[in-house]
């Protein structure tokens, strides 16, 4: 009798560390290959330390691994190397309002012969920016021995407004065999949004400018070639004066004939410069039709005295001569005395 006791007591101390062991060797990862007929979630083993012998035990809640301890990472925008992504910040952007960009965010992790579900729970909207799709593309590759597998969600986003904007965080779950879902979430990414560029102001003021030069240019032109002409009248005036001035001095000894008609050139002279003729077209001018024509106001009486010299003859009086000088010289608009 008493060696049946001992067996009855010892044989459930046997069974409870036998279930014990069994239940350490369980717990070999957090994330397991799946079968062949599987679906593409993450599977989650319960902690080893959440084991006990106790019957109530299976029914406790399990506690979801994070990201980091299995894995997981995430990476908004254009990232260099996306296993840095437990902390890689992605570059900043610029774009210009209205332009049309695309936004990626790559979730990658170590296959192992595992496949895993993520979806997305959250848009790109924000103050300024437009979601106007979400696309996915799938790849692997291997690196350092390592396979590694991503899948990319690529927002099709517009700027709606300038500023300094924020790309929101991009929220995604991957569900589990229990019921709950392991959740991720992104960097927000700064984004500079400048109005766009318009030229038009630029190509208005380089044509006024070019216009103001030209207008520039123009009037000095202008200046210059009135200066020029205005020299050349001077000149040439100056030239009828001294001519004037050596008559003046030749009226009492000059032959009055003579001297009326030299006096007659010398206004021809200055009737081809005042109507733009050279000086050697100046004695073909006839000072008579000039002002026949009322292109010589007040001339009259000297035109006569050059008749009455040119058909009449005869000698005047010195005193009379020097009238017609004055006469002449007050006509042309000359000085005596400069």
């Known amino acids: ?17 036998a279930k014990a062991k069994e239940s350490h060797e369980s717990v070999d990862s957090l994330l397991t290959v799946p079968t062949a007929g599987s679906t593409n979630v993450l599977t989650v083993e319960p902690d080893s330390a959440s084991v006990s012998g106790d019957a109530d035990a299976n029914a406790a809640m399990m506690q979801l691994p994070t990201a980091e301890q299995l894995g997981i990472t995430i990476t908004a925008g254009n990232v260099g190397d996306v296993e840095c992504a437990g902390n890689a910040t992605s570059v ?5 309002v209205g332009d049309t960009i695309n936004f990626p965010v790559t979730v990658s992790w170590s296959v192992n012969g595992s496949a895993i579900l993520v979806v997305p729970t959250s848009s790109a909207n924000a103050k300024g920016i437009l979601q106007l799709g979400v696309s996915q593309e799938s790849s692997r590759s291997v690196k350092n ?3 590694m597998a991503q899948i990319t969600f690529n927002y099709k986003l517009v700027m709606q407004d300038t500023g300094n904007l924020n790309i929101p965080a991009m929220r995604f779950e991957i569900p589990t065999p229990t019921g709950q879902s392991l959740d991720l979430r992104s960097d927000s ?3 500079r949004v400048d109005a766009p560029f318009n030229a038009m102001p630029f190509i208005a003021g380089g044509v006024v400018g070019v216009c103001v030069l030209f207008a520039a240019l123009w009037r000095m032109r202008k200046r210059a070639k009135a200066k020029a002409e205005l020299a050349k009248w001077n000149g040439a005036l100056s030239a009828i004066r001294e001519r004037m001035m050596v008559l003046k001095q030749r009226v009492n000894v ?17 009737a081809a410069l005042r109507f733009g003729a050279s000086e050697s077209e100046a004695s073909s001018i006839n000072l008579d039709n000039l002002v026949k024509e009322g292109a010589l106001e007040g001339w009259e009486h000297l035109i006569e005295e050059f008749a009455h010299a040119r058909y009449g003859g005869g000698n005047r009086d010195s005193f009379e001569n020097k009238e017609t000088w004055k006469l002449a010289m007050q006509l042309m608009g000359l000085e005596e005395d400069e």
């Open 254 to 270: 000059a032959d009055s004939r003579e001297w009326l008609l030299e006096l007659e050139g010398a206004c021809k002279s200055y």
């Open 92 to 96: 900043p952007l610029s774009a210009t």
């Open 145 to 147: 021995g390592k396979e």
């Open 1 to 17: 009798m008493k060696k049946n006791a001992i067996s009855k007591t010892a044989k459930p101390a046997k069974a409870k560390e």
């Open 189 to 191: 990414v700064p984004i």
